[in-house]
């Protein structure tokens, strides 16, 4: 793990082990202890079990009453199937206090593979996650319910019981979105594309939940579909705060390759100081690839995209048929110079005024249309 100078630690570098693997290792211990247990080691197996308690208590406190204002009751969570794997850990469908939720689970470490330096490192930027997202409310952003920084009272819920958790486990509990990410619906409409009023309503639900974000003075940094979740009335939704955090007042003091390639900024990618507008920049990706659903680049390798953003200022290609009210407000957005690019405030006024009654285009009227997404009607 490394540091800024801020203190402030990166938690795109955290690589975190399979929680599948985890669990394994977990099971195997318990079926060899099982195997080797003999009939008259009552006595050494109730002294392991008080040490094992002991240990347990020392390296992650049971529920406490003074508790911080984010923390659960561990007692209340159900948490059950995976929905999703990640670098960043594992995503599982759950129940807490009643509730439908989604459980983003983090491993610090088990069995001593991490130096104490390392789990301190995890702790800090879990710690920044739940800093920045609990205090957020916005109808485009997903509700947060609450964490907890390691507990021995965790288990998940399979076919054959309950498996308790390596007490080193944290998790992130949030509202559960039926509607799943926001680029698998665009996979889905890879061909048909979508009719041009939902492509204005999509990018206007992440434009305004990323206006409230810059309001609250949060800077996202890893601005993509894919992070972005859908309920079941299709209203998008801002997620994972994994690498957010609160804007420095002095630039220079946000620097680092922090992001996904493709959606990054020339100025991120440069290692240059940045600031909210390189949200503003990522924006204007996922408005391309919410118009096209398509992916930026697919034909391009990471170094590629790299260096033909920063010095050539490659960007991707506008489809002939897009109408020029929402291709205008991509070309502001992904503008090489951040202060050229527009405050999401101006974004979402941008995107309000567009007219879908009529969609218009770019295609001059004596020209034929050579796109495949060229007809009159988009969409289902």
């Given at each position: ?5 801020d203190g402030?630690v990166?938690?795109?570098?955290i690589?975190?082990?399979s929680?599948d693997e ?5 099971l195997n211990?318990v079926?060899a202890?099982d ?7 009552g006595h050494?197996?109730s002294?392991?079990?008080?040490a094992t308690?002991?240990s347990t ?6 529920f ?13 969570l159900i948490?059950?199937t995976?929905i999703?794997r ?6 599982h469908?759950?129940?807490?206090d009643?509730q439908?939720?989604?459980?983003k689970?983090l491993?610090w470490?088990?069995?001593g ?10 702790r ?6 739940v800093?920045v ?8 952003v ?5 964490a ?20 080193n486990?944290?998790?992130?509990v949030?509202?559960y979105?039926?509607?799943?990410a926001?680029?698998?619906?665009l996979?889905k ?15 206007l639900?992440l434009a305004?939940g990323?206006s ?9 940094r ?5 992070n972005?979740l859908?309920?079941k ?6 997620a994972?705060f994994?690498v957010?955090?609160?804007e ?8 680092g ?10 100025e ?5 100081p ?9 924006f204007?990706?996922?408005?391309w690839?919410?118009y096209?659903c398509d992916?930026p ?9 790299t260096?033909a953003v920063?010095r050539q ?9 897009c109408?020029?009210s ?5 070309k ?5 110079n951040?202060?050229?690019r ?6 979402v006024?941008?995107?309000e005024?567009?007219?879908?009654s009529?969609?218009g285009?770019m ?15 988009r969409?289902?």
């Amino acid at each position: 793990m490394k540091e800024n100078s801020d203190g402030f630690v990166r938690a795109d570098q955290i690589d975190l082990k399979s929680l599948d693997e985890q669990l394994e290792r977990h099971l195997n211990k318990v079926r060899a202890m099982d195997k080797n247990k003999k009939p008259d080691d009552g006595h050494l197996s109730s002294v392991a079990a008080a040490a094992t308690a002991d240990s347990t208590k020392t390296i992650a406190p049971t529920f406490r009453k003074d508790r911080q204002a984010w923390e659960i009751d561990p007692s209340k969570l159900i948490i059950k199937t995976v929905i999703a794997r990640g670098t960043f850990g594992t995503v599982h469908r759950g129940i807490y206090d009643g509730q439908d939720v989604a459980v983003k689970l983090l491993d610090w470490g088990e069995e001593g593979h991490r130096t104490e330096a390392e789990i301190a490192a995890l702790r800090a930027a879990f710690s920044q996650e739940v800093a920045v997202w609990h205090k957020l409310d916005h109808p485009n952003v997903t509700k947060f319910i609450g964490a907890t920084m390691g507990s021995a009272e965790l288990q998940i819920q399979t076919e054959n019981g309950q498996i308790g958790m390596p007490s080193n486990i944290c998790c992130v509990v949030v509202e559960y979105l039926p509607g799943g990410a926001l680029k698998s619906y665009l996979i889905k409409n890879r061909r048909r594309k979508l009719a041009f009023k939902v492509v204005v309503e999509l990018a206007l639900d992440l434009a305004r939940g990323l206006s409230y974000l810059h309001s609250q003075k949060i800077v996202h940094r890893d601005v993509k579909t894919e992070n972005m979740l859908l309920d079941k009335t299709r209203t998008v939704k801002i997620a994972d705060f994994g690498v957010a955090r609160v804007e420095a007042s002095n630039p220079n003091d946000m620097t680092g390759e922090t992001g996904t390639l493709g959606y990054m900024a020339p100025e991120v990618l440069n290692g240059n100081p940045y600031n909210r507008k390189c949200d503003v920049y990522s924006f204007g990706i996922c408005i391309w690839e919410i118009y096209c659903c398509d992916m930026p680049y697919a034909d391009l390798s990471f170094s590629e995209v790299t260096s033909a953003v920063v010095r050539q200022n490659l960007r991707p290609e506008i489809p002939r048929c897009c109408p020029s009210s929402l291709a205008n407000v991509m070309k502001r957005c992904w503008d090489a110079n951040p202060d050229k690019r527009p405050e999401m405030d101006e974004v979402v006024s941008m995107l309000e005024a567009i007219d879908i009654s009529k969609g218009g285009g770019m295609i001059p009227p004596d020209q034929q249309g050579g796109c495949l997404c060229f007809r009159k009607y988009r969409g289902p």
